[in-house]
């Protein structure tokens, strides 16, 4: 199987960088700094125009967890339909219930609509605050959802192995493992070697200064320091590694 490396982008910018950085496959985001919401219409439509990424686009409709009521979920599927209908290869979404379990019915729902437009269907890193990650994935596999992102019920993926592996080697062959949080060109082969997946998930985020961020006493910062001017960015040469680590 060959080695993929997928790039977590929040704007067209960092989509050109991926796309110039050799990555084949992006996740495409919008406000990365809140673990990514929904996309721009504009940035896919860019991305799709101007470079042959394979683009999965994030339904993410707010901050903080994924427990989303009928009005947040009524956005995210509308917002999936424009996504598809505008040359999204796949969806990355996450639905639970308050106890940690998967939201069947929402999942389903928003499967259902990727489905109809042959997207691939990718469950996000909700998997990763589930209540049993066994009895959530083989629901996941029977709902027909193509691949988790987890980092292993870690914060990084690095701490969260041994279940990744596990994970691949009771249900590799029947949905695809992406391990994301922490990877970069010092851990990307490692983790491929040790688990059996073959797909990791990077940020290869570096940071731009703007310094607009913060005058007289306002201040439109939310990076911690040394980047409080700083916004974040994807680095074509930080993607560049990344590829070529996992060969």
Not at 189 to 200: A, F, R
Not at 233 to 247: A, R, W
Request: some cysteine.
């Amino acid at each position: 199987m060959e080695r993929i490396v997928e790039i977590c982008c929040g704007s067209y910018e960092d989509a050109l960088n991926a796309y110039h950085g050799g990555a084949k496959r992006i996740e495409l985001n919008s406000a990365l700094h809140l673990s990514g919401l929904t996309p721009t219409l504009a940035s896919l439509k860019l991305t799709k125009k101007n470079t042959d990424l394979k683009v999965i686009t994030m339904i993410r409709p707010r901050g903080a967890g994924f427990c989303y009521n009928d009005i947040e979920f009524e956005v995210m599927k509308e917002d999936a339909r424009y996504m598809l209908e505008n040359q999204a290869d796949g969806i990355a979404f996450g639905c639970l219930n308050q106890d940690g379990t998967i939201n069947e019915k929402q999942t389903k729902e928003m499967i259902d609509i990727i489905k109809e437009y042959q997207g691939e269907v990718v469950f996000h890193r909700a998997f990763d605050c589930v209540d049993n990650p066994y009895t959530s994935i083989e629901l996941l596999i029977d709902l027909g959802v193509d691949r988790i992102l987890t980092s292993g019920l870690k914060p990084k993926a690095m701490e969260g192995k041994a279940l990744i592996k596990d994970l691949q080697t009771k249900y590799g062959s029947q949905i695809e493992i992406l391990a994301g949080s922490g990877m970069n060109a010092s851990n990307a082969k490692e983790m491929m070697d040790d688990t059996g997946i073959y797909q990791v998930h990077s940020s290869c985020k570096d940071w731009v200064n703007d310094p607009t961020t913060q005058t007289h006493e306002v201040s439109y910062a939310y990076a911690p320091f040394p980047h409080e001017n700083d916004y974040d960015v994807v680095s074509k040469e930080l993607v560049e590694k990344i590829v070529e680590s996992i060969k």
